[in-house]
């Protein structure tokens, strides 16, 4: 048996697409079309575990909610303006009150 400079063998090697993770290529936490929410990376790969690791001001499984509480926007750095109420924060947020949520008076 001798050498030969062209491989005759092919080896297939388990790969996960991107936005799926794990040996059974589980969707990363936000759905595979939309990773984390958007807001972060995913260790996705067959060797990945999932974790979503948040941009700065983020957190949550899927990089869903604001570290800081009464603040929203996309990036989280905006401060709400709800005094007496409860207010619509988070990335997707207004950061006005909810509707409802006032106190009377």
């Known amino acids: 048996m001798g050498c030969s400079k062209t491989c005759l063998r ?11 993770y794990g040996s059974q290529c589980l969707p990363c936490p936000g759905g595979f079309r939309n990773p984390c929410s958007g807001r972060g990376e995913c260790l996705d790969t067959i060797s990945g575990t999932g974790y979503c ?20 926007g996309p990036e989280c750095n905006q401060i709400c303006t709800c005094l007496y109420g409860t207010c619509d924060d988070g990335p997707n947020g207004t950061g ?3 509707a409802g949520s006032c106190q009377e008076g």
């Open 10 to 20: 092919k080896i297939k090697v388990p790969k996960c697409c991107k936005g799926f």
């Open 96 to 98: 006005k009150c909810k």
């Open 53 to 72: 690791v948040c941009q700065a001001n983020i957190t949550g499984t899927a990089c869903e909610k604001c570290k800081q509480s009464k603040t929203f």
